[in-house]
C-alpha cells in the first residue's frame, strides 16, 4: 500500500480508502467488519462515511468497530464523514448552517464513539446558506479540536475556489480536500474541477470509482442486471440507469479497453479501472466500495498493480469524453488540465 498526503493537510493516508455507504444496506454488520479487518491488514488507513449513509447505522457500525478493536489497530485510522443532506424532515435538518452543522456534526461524533474526526466534509454545496457562515463554522470545529481537515465534496469548479479565497480571505481552515464522483466513465470534472483543485492544492477523493460496479466487467451489453447487483436489485431505477449507459458508445468502448489490459495482465478489470486513478497526479486516495469482502479484497489488489504508459494512454483515449465545442473542445482544450495539454 502507498501512502501520500491528504490533499494540502499534514495527514499521511492509504492511496485506498475504505468507504462504508455500503454497511447498513447491502453490507451487515459482520461483513461490514470483515471489510474494515481486511483493508486495515492490507495497510489501509482511511475510511469515510456520512451522517446519511443507511440513516446513520454505517456511522454507527464503524464507531462499534472502532470500539471492539485494539488501540494498535483504531489508532491508524484516519477517519472521514460528512454533513449535509437531510437527516430530519425539518426545514432545519439539512444543509451547510451553522445551526444543521453543529447538530450534524456532533450526532456524526457520537456514533462513530470519537472525539474529533480527521477529515469533516461538506457533502455537497448549499445555495441558501452563505459559505462564510459555513467555513466560520468549519473552522469552529477545527478550533475545538473536533475535527483536524476541512474537506468539501461534489463542488464545481466555482464554488471549490469560491470557498478557498473565502477561507483565505478570513483566515478560516481552509478546505484541504475534494469529493467528486471520478472513474473511466466519468471524466467530465476534468474540463473545470480538477483543474480548480489541483490550482489550490486539493487532493481529490475520488468515489465510485468502478461507476458503481460497471468497471468490473459485470454487466453486458446483451443482459440486463440481475440478482444481487447495484442495478439488479433496484428494478425502476436500475433498469434505466442500464439503459442510459448501454445506450453509450463510449461506454463498451471504455470496458473494451479495460477487459484487454486485464487479460494481458492477467488481472481483473476492477484493479485495472482502479489503478488508472491511482495513476491520476490529482488523487490523493481512491474511496472502494464493496458489497462483500471479496469485492475488497478483489479491489485492493490494485494497489500493487502500476499500469504502463501506454496502458495509461489506451485508458486515456477510449474514456476520452472529448467536448467538441467552446470551452472545453477547440481552443479551450488547452485549459482543460495540465496532464491532457502536456505544457505550453
Ligand atoms: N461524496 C459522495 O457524494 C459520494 C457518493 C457515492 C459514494 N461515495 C463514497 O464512495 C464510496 C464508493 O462508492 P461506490 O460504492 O459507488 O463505488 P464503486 O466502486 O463505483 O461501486 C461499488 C459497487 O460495485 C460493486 N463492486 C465493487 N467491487 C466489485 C468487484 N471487484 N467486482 C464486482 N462488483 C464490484 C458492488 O456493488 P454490487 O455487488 O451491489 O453490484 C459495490 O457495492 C462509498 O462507499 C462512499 O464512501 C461518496
Redesign the pocket.
Known amino acids: 500500500m502507498e501512502y501520500r498526503t491528504l490533499g494540502s493537510s499534514g495527514t499521511s493516508v492509504s492511496s485506498l480508502?475504505l468507504?462504508?455507504?455500503?454497511f447498513g444496506s447491502?453490507t451487515d454488520r459482520e461483513g461490514a467488519f470483515e471489510q474494515l479487518d481486511v483493508f486495515l491488514e492490507a495497510g489501509g488507513t482511511l475510511v469515510?462515511?456520512?451522517d446519511v449513509?443507511s440513516g446513520g447505522v454505517s456511522e454507527e457500525i464503524v464507531g462499534a468497530w472502532l470500539a471492539e478493536r485494539p488501540a494498535e489497530v483504531t489508532e491508524r485510522v484516519v477517519l472521514a464523514t460528512?454533513g449535509r443532506f437531510p437527516t430530519s424532515g425539518e426545514p432545519n435538518g439539512v444543509g451547510l448552517s451553522r445551526r444543521h452543522l453543529t447538530r450534524a456534526l456532533d450526532a456524526s461524533l457520537r456514533r462513530l464513539g470519537v472525539e474529533a474526526v480527521d477529515l469533516y466534509?461538506v457533502?455537497?454545496w448549499d445555495p441558501w446558506t452563505p459559505v462564510e457562515e459555513t467555513l466560520s463554522t468549519l473552522d469552529a470545529f477545527v478550533r475545538a479540536g473536533k475535527v483536524h481537515n476541512v474537506g468539501l465534496?461534489?463542488f464545481t469548479g466555482w464554488q471549490l475556489q469560491k470557498a478557498v479565497d473565502v477561507a483565505a480571505a478570513e483566515g478560516l481552515a481552509p478546505p484541504v480536500t475534494l469529493?467528486p464522483?471520478y472513474?473511466l466513465l466519468v471524466r467530465e470534472i476534468e474540463w473545470e474541477i480538477v483543474p480548480a483543485a489541483e490550482e489550490n492544492g486539493l487532493g481529490l477523493l475520488p468515489?465510485?470509482?468502478?461507476?458503481?460496479?460497471?468497471?468490473?466487467g459485470?454487466y453486458t451489453r446483451d443482459t440486463a442486471p440481475t440478482g444481487?447487483?447495484?442495478?439488479?436489485?433496484n428494478p425502476e431505477r436500475g433498469v434505466e440507469a442500464y439503459a442510459r449507459r448501454n445506450a453509450q458508445q463510449r461506454t463498451w468502448a471504455v470496458l473494451d479497453a479495460v477487459q484487454t489490459i486485464a487479460e494481458r495482465r492477467g488481472t481483473?478489470m476492477?484493479q485495472v479501472s482502479l489503478a488508472w486513478l491511482l495513476a491520476q497526479p490529482a488523487v490523493s486516495s481512491v474511496?472502494?466500495?464493496?458489497?462483500?469482502t471479496e469485492?475488497?479484497r478483489?479491489?485492493l489488489g490494485s494497489a500493487d498493480l502500476e499500469l504502463e504508459a501506454a496502458e495509461l494512454a489506451t485508458l486515456d483515449e477510449a474514456s476520452d469524453p472529448e467536448p467538441a465545442d467552446y470551452p472545453y473542445g477547440g481552443p479551450g482544450a488547452q485549459q482543460r488540465s495540465r496532464k491532457l495539454t502536456g505544457g505550453r
Not at 19 to 22: A, E, P, R
Not at 207 to 216: D, I, K, Q, R, V
Not at 287 to 292: H, P, Q, Y
Open positions: 480508502t468507504g462504508t455507504m455500503t447491502e469515510d462515511t456520512a449513509y460528512k466534509q457533502h455537497a465534496s461534489n469529493q464522483q472513474n468515489w465510485s470509482p468502478l461507476g458503481g460496479g460497471w468497471l468490473s459485470k444481487a447487483t447495484r442495478l439488479g436489485e481483473t476492477a474511496i472502494l466500495g464493496a458489497r462483500t469485492q475488497l478483489d479491489n
